[in-house]
């Protein structure tokens, strides 16, 4: 199983406004730093909690069909298709009745509808491709924990702008980010 982000999110979960009022930053002059923080901060907690925050497109793809399918970087919002090399070689598209979604669990899961089986695939690598929508709705759903956590990142890295400081030990990220971050960690 192997999974690409093929249309990556269009927006971050926390505007410049906010990462600037939590710096208390009145001027435009480190705009497109701060910019580059939070896209830094986004993609740390995205890799550490193993979820997509802002919605985006995944393709995932398998050799076959599992009993149940679980698309990685939940919240899953919907599946777009779910497409297979039949054991002709060629080409299929499942009908989205023959699959129910269910989007509410974390990770999702993607079951075969009752009535209907995954059908036989190829003998093939990545014969299974399933395209589907992750992250939440929008900004405001973002849980406030991974947000603050987005902004503690923000913060560190704007006053620590090197890993060492004269006069200074190695910095690290505030442990308040990892344990904001615990409860939203999707473990596999």
Same mark, same amino acid.
């Given at each position: 199983?192997?999974?690409?982000?093929?249309?990556?999110?269009?927006?971050?979960?926390?505007?410049?406004?906010?990462?600037?009022?939590?710096?208390?930053?009145?001027?435009?002059?480190?705009?497109?730093?701060?910019?580059?923080?939070?896209?830094?901060?986004?993609?740390?907690?995205?890799?550490?909690?193993?979820?997509?925050?802002? =919605? @985006? #497109?995944?393709?995932?793809?398998?050799? $076959?069909?599992?009993? &149940?399918? %679980? !698309?990685?970087?939940p919240?899953?919002?919907?599946?777009?298709?779910?497409?297979?090399?039949?054991?002709?070689?060629? =080409? @299929? #598209?499942?009908?989205?009745s023959?699959? $129910?979604?269910?989007? &509410?669990? %974390? !990770?999702?899961?993607?079951?075969?509808?009752?009535?209907?089986?995954?059908?036989?695939?190829?003998?093939?690598?990545?014969?299974?491709?399933?395209?589907?929508?992750?992250?939440?709705?929008?900004?405001?759903?973002? !849980?406030?924990?991974?947000?603050?956590?987005?902004?503690?990142?923000?913060?560190?890295?704007?006053?620590?702008?090197?890993?060492?400081?004269?006069?200074?030990?190695f910095?690290?990220?505030?442990?308040g980010?990892?344990?904001?971050?615990?409860?939203?960690?999707?473990?596999?």
């Amino acid at each position: 199983m192997s999974f690409t982000v093929t249309v990556p999110a269009s927006v971050l979960p926390v505007s410049i406004a906010e990462a600037k009022e939590h710096l208390r930053v009145e001027f435009a002059d480190d705009d497109n730093y701060i910019t580059a923080l939070i896209g830094a901060a986004v993609d740390y907690v995205e890799r550490h909690t193993r979820r997509a925050l802002m =919605p @985006q #497109t995944v393709l995932l793809t398998r050799d $076959d069909f599992p009993d &149940v399918i %679980e !698309p990685p970087l939940p919240p899953l919002q919907s599946v777009a298709s779910i497409s297979y090399i039949d054991t002709e070689g060629s =080409p @299929q #598209t499942l009908n989205p009745s023959t699959y $129910d979604i269910d989007n &509410v669990s %974390e !990770p999702g899961r993607i079951v075969s509808s009752i009535g209907n089986q995954w059908p036989s695939t190829s003998i093939a690598i990545n014969a299974v491709s399933v395209t589907f929508i992750a992250g939440y709705v929008d900004a405001a759903s973002v !849980p406030p924990q991974i947000k603050q956590a987005i902004l503690l990142s923000i913060g560190h890295w704007y006053e620590n702008r090197e890993q060492v400081v004269e006069g200074k030990s190695f910095s690290e990220l505030p442990m308040g980010v990892e344990a904001l971050l615990n409860n939203y960690v999707i473990w596999l």
